[in-house]
């Protein structure tokens, strides 16, 4: 089991550029998260799905995308990269149990500049 | 809406030193509340958790008891190592069927032989 894999793991974009995070996740969960972790801050949610072709928003959806076509993975997109963006990206998966553990990715650290 | 406060850190204690680390919660119902860890360069773990009123969660020598009458979670162990410095995050979810969490801002943890 490899659990939950992000990829990659640091990236560097300019402004106005755009990227995808990549998660995939091999435990058969049905929910995912994508949180993003800013200093001094904690995590905030960006955007979650609870299956294949669901999708909805957290607390910080602006300048990001997601889609669900599979369990296994769910991508986040930033269309227009912007320095404000500039943080530590986790993903995380639970499966559809009352007040489960979230596992979670070993994170993305993108930096705009 | 649900928030998490956390003592702000950092902390740095001796080897064999007493921890707590103070944890109130706001939030209407009944929330789940977790304590998760974030060793160097890895992602958050879950450490303990705790369902309802009066529950201890436990793990690794460290333990939190739910207080709803003070709407607390305070992190302790008796005796601290060098292999416990990480961050740590206090977090709650409602559950509401997407098993989303609410997290504190961390608090960093250091201990020094």
């Known amino acids: 089991n490899a659990g939950v894999t992000q990829t990659p793991k640091f990236r560097i974009l300019k402004i106005g550029q755009s990227m995808t995070l990549q998660c995939t996740q091999d435990m058969n969960h049905n929910y995912m998260y994508w949180y993003r972790q800013d200093p001094g801050m904690g995590l905030k949610l960006i955007y979650y799905s609870v299956g294949a072709g669901i999708t909805d928003k957290g607390e910080v959806p602006n300048g990001y995308n997601v889609s669900r076509s599979t369990t296994e993975d769910f991508p986040l997109r930033l269309e227009l990269a912007a320095p404000s963006q500039t943080s530590v990206y986790f993903c995380a998966s639970t499966r559809q149990v009352l007040y489960n553990e979230q596992f979670f990715g070993p994170g993305t650290r993108l930096t705009v500049l | ?113």
């Open chain 2, 1 to 113: 809406g649900d928030s998490v406060t956390q003592m702000e850190g950092p902390v740095t204690l001796s080897e064999e030193a007493f921890l707590t680390i103070n944890c109130t919660y706001t939030a209407t119902g009944y929330p789940s509340l977790f304590w998760y860890v974030q060793y160097p360069g890895e992602g958050l773990q879950l450490l303990l958790k705790a369902t309802k009123a009066d529950d201890k969660g436990s793990n690794k020598g460290f333990e939190a008891t739910y207080r709803k009458e003070t709407t607390s979670f305070h992190l302790e162990k008796g005796s601290v190592q060098v292999s416990d410095s990480a961050v740590y995050f206090c977090a709650l979810s409602k559950g509401f069927g997407n098993e989303k969490l609410t997290f504190g801002t961390g608090t960093r943890l250091t201990i020094i032989p």
